[in-house]
């Protein structure tokens, strides 16, 4: 079965500085699907960024950006220009693209502070 | 759209009480999903359902029990509840059932069992 590790329980970051969230896997399959969600104080479940294993290409969505490293079985998520909105656990998630693909396994969660 | 909701969104429960958590959505989503999560434990997947009729079982699926009766609708009963059932559960669906579509989810709701 797949697992996901995150390292790091808690992380903390200036305003306006950059930040970096490990995320670790274990998987035997060559194709599959990794995410970034966000969980903020309000509880609510937030996809913050997917990659797919397939791609070399990291994966970036605004401030927030990826380095895979597929043959390391890594999965970073870095913060650029933190801000306070940011602060949050943040859930990385592993899901295979084969059958029985459905379920999404995820980590134990990265909590972060922002500092101002 | 509404997306995924869930009801209640806080509930108290005695030991051995029943009840049923409620997850519906208007995406027409195929795949439906719950989860439950616990400090330092990341989230746990409760059952799961990849259509109409169609549900079964994932990590943690004892003293639970899922049906799915409409595409829109994926309730969650709990039988006969137990302290160990205290936490935050989610609803969550996608559009398919793998790849890389999203998961979708609810507010969640905060069950405690006394």
């Known amino acids: 079965a797949q697992t996901v590790t995150q390292s790091q329980p808690e992380m903390s970051v200036q305003e306006a500085e950059t930040v970096t969230l490990s995320c670790t896997y274990d998987t035997s399959e060559s194709d599959y699907y990794l995410f970034w969600y966000k969980q903020p104080p309000s509880r609510q479940m937030i996809l913050v960024i997917r990659?797919?294993?397939?791609?070399?290409q990291n994966a970036t969505e605004n401030r927030f950006s990826v380095n895979f490293q597929k043959a390391a079985k890594s999965f970073s998520l870095k913060i650029s220009d933190s801000q306070l909105g940011d602060a949050a656990m943040y859930f990385c998630?592993?899901?295979?693209?084969?059958?029985?693909?459905?379920?999404?396994?995820f980590g134990k969660g990265t909590k972060l502070t922002v500092n101002p | 759209n509404a997306g995924v909701t869930q009801t209640p969104k806080f509930q108290v429960l005695k030991t051995g009480q029943s009840m049923t958590l409620q997850c519906a959505q208007d995406m027409n989503h195929e795949y439906m999903s719950w989860y439950r999560q616990d400090p330092g434990m990341g989230l746990r997947l409760i059952h799961y359902?990849?259509?109409?009729?169609?549900?079964d079982q994932g990590e943690v699926p004892n003293g639970y029990n899922v049906s799915r009766s409409t595409t829109e609708d994926f309730p969650l009963r709990l039988l006969s509840a137990a302290p160990s059932q205290t936490s935050v559960y989610f609803c969550a669906s996608s559009y398919n059932r793998g790849g890389n579509s999203p998961l979708h989810f609810g507010n969640g709701t905060r069950l405690t069992v006394t």
């Open positions: 990659q797919e294993a397939y791609k070399q």
């Open positions: 359902s990849v259509g109409a009729g169609i549900t």
């Open positions: 998630a592993y899901r295979s693209s084969q059958g029985g693909s459905e379920k999404l396994v």
